[in-house]
T-cell receptor, first 111, second 112 residues
Framework: NAGVTQTPKFQVLKTGQSMTLQCAQD?????MYWYRQDPGMGLRLIYY???????DKGEVPNGYNVSRLNKREFSLRLESAAPSQTSVYFC??????????FGPGTRLTVT | KQEVTQIPAALSVPEGENLVLNCSFT??????LQWFRQDPGKGLTSLLL?????REQTSGRLNASLDKSSGRSTLYIAASQPGDSATYLC???????????FGKGTTLSVSS
C-alpha cells in the first residue's frame, strides 16, 4: 500500500495564479482532510470530508475550495493564490474512528 | 473550543535518558488523542493513538498516557537515542471523523 500520496511535492506560484493540489489514499478510508502547517501556528484544518460526497469547512477555509472526487481522492484548489497561502499542505485520511494517516506534504510558495 | 498546548517547545537530553513530553487540552470531552513524530522537512508519522476509554498505549520504547479529567497526556520515551531527535506533536479529536486539533509541538534533540 502506498498510503496517502500527494502531488506535487513542491510548487512556486505567482500571486493570482491558480492550482490544484491532489491527494489520494489506497486504504479504503472514509474520511479525508486538508491541513496547512505554518511556523509558529502549527497545523490547522482547511477542509475535511467525512465521507464520499460530503465536505465541510475547517478552521481556515478562506481562499480554498475542495472536491471529494471519489472515495480515494480529495483535491484542494487555490483559485487566486496569495502570499499568505505560502505554507506546507498536508492531506490525511482515516477510517472514522481510527487514527489519521498523513501524506508527505506539498511545499507551496506564492511570490 | 478545544485548545492543545505542548510544553516545553524544545528539549535537549543526552543519549540514554528517559524523558516525558507533555500535552494538555482544554476540553475533556475528547474522542481520542494521537501522538505524531515529524522529522525536518517531512510529513507526520503516527506514533500512538489513545481512545477516550483507554488510559495508555505502548509501542516499543514509547508509552502514552491519557488523563481526561485533568486534560493531560504524556509521551514517555525510554532510553532515548539520537534517532529520536524530531518534533513530537499531540493532537486531540473531539468526534469521530472530524479534524485533529494540534499542539505546536516539542522539538527533541538527543545528543550522543
Amino acid at each position: 500500500n502506498a498510503g496517502v500520496t500527494q502531488t506535487p511535492k513542491f510548487q512556486v506560484l505567482k500571486t493570482g495564479q491558480s492550482m490544484t493540489l491532489q491527494c489520494a489514499q489506497d486504504m479504503n478510508h472514509n474520511s479525508m482532510y486538508w491541513y496547512r502547517q505554518d511556523p509558529g501556528m502549527g497545523l490547522r484544518l482547511i477542509y475535511y470530508s467525512a465521507s464520499e460526497g460530503t465536505t465541510d469547512k475547517g478552521e481556515v477555509p478562506n481562499g480554498y475550495n475542495v472536491s471529494r472526487l471519489n472515495k480515494r481522492e480529495f483535491s484542494l484548489r487555490l483559485e487566486s493564490a496569495a502570499p499568505s497561502q505560502t505554507s506546507v499542505y498536508f492531506c490525511a485520511s482515516s477510517k472514522n474512528v481510527d487514527e489519521q494517516y498523513f501524506g508527505p506534504g506539498t511545499r507551496l510558495t506564492v511570490t | 473550543k478545544q485548545e492543545v498546548t505542548q510544553i516545553p517547545a524544545a528539549l535537549s537530553v543526552p543519549e540514554g535518558e528517559n524523558l516525558v513530553l507533555n500535552c494538555s487540552f482544554t476540553d475533556s470531552a475528547i474522542y481520542n488523542l494521537q501522538w505524531f513524530r515529524q522529522d525536518p522537512g517531512k510529513g507526520l508519522t503516527s506514533l500512538l493513538l489513545i481512545q477516550s476509554s483507554q488510559r495508555e498505549q505502548t509501542s516499543g520504547r514509547l508509552n502514552a498516557s491519557l488523563d481526561k479529567s485533568s486534560g493531560r497526556s504524556t509521551l514517555y520515551i525510554a532510553a532515548s537515542q539520537p534517532g529520536d531527535s524530531a518534533t513530537y506533536l499531540c493532537a486531540a479529536q473531539n468526534q469521530a471523523g472530524t479534524a485533529l486539533i494540534f499542539g505546536k509541538g516539542t522539538t527533541l534533540s538527543v545528543s550522543s
